[in-house]
């Protein structure tokens, strides 16, 4: 440039290039080195006897090498209703598990929810679920210990994928030197019905 005109426009340019490098590198490490839930949860669930009592049961597993520290985990059931005044409207109630919360959750999780005489679930079946067009909402939350950032994952089961007197297959089994394996190609399987 020769004028001083055309210096303050160069001038411009290059500070407008510089800023649009440094938003676009800012945007890129900030989708990068946000964390992921990376939890896989079975594909199915289960009603099964567990001490006595039938339990909704099914699985979590976290598939970083990672832990998420203080998980928590909420179970909602879905389902249409009516209300007092004939309204249709879908409500969520709770199913309070047997453990709602663990400290540091490395590798799996297997949650369950009791079905007594306070369980929303009480006296049903897949057919009176599907007339309600029910589905179980799973939230699990919780901090990842590498970034230190609250992660998310979500799960649901329609009636469908409810296997009413099944058994989720045990993938704990031990090695030649006594360590306790996890056989994550078993993760999904059922017994039973």
């Known amino acids: ?6 210096e303050a426009i160069v001038t411009v340019e290059s500070f407008f290039g510089l800023f649009n490098l440094a938003i676009a590198t800012g945007l890129l490490f900030a989708r990068i080195s ?7 949860f079975s594909d199915r669930a289960v ?8 339990a909704l049961m099914f699985r979590a597993a ?5 832990r998420i520290v203080e998980a928590e985990v909420t179970v909602n059931l879905a389902r249409d209703g ?15 598990t047997i453990r709602s919360r663990s400290p540091v959750f490395v590798l799996t999780w297997q949650i369950m929810h009791r079905i007594d005489e306070t369980s929303p679930l009480f006296g049903h079946t897949t057919q009176s679920l599907r007339a309600q067009r029910a589905e179980i909402v799973v939230i699990l ?3 990842d210990e590498t970034f230190a950032q609250t992660i998310h994952a979500r799960a649901s089961y329609t009636p469908e994928e409810i296997v009413w007197g099944g058994r989720l297959v045990d993938v704990f089994s031990r090695d030649d030197d006594g360590r306790p394996v996890i056989d994550y190609t078993r993760f999904h399987d059922i017994d039973g019905p």
Do not use: D, Q
């Not at 440039?1 to 055309?6: D, F």
């Not at 946000?34 to 896989?40: D, E, K, N």
């Open 1 to 6: 440039p020769r004028s001083v005109g055309a």
């Open 34 to 40: 946000r964390p992921t839930a990376r939890v896989m």
């Open 47 to 54: 009603v099964t006897l567990h001490e006595g009592v039938p």
């Open 62 to 66: 976290n598939r970083r090498r990672n």
């Open 82 to 96: 009516v209300t007092l005044e004939g309204t249709r409207m879908r409500g969520f109630e709770n199913l309070t």
């Open 141 to 143: 939350k919780g901090l």
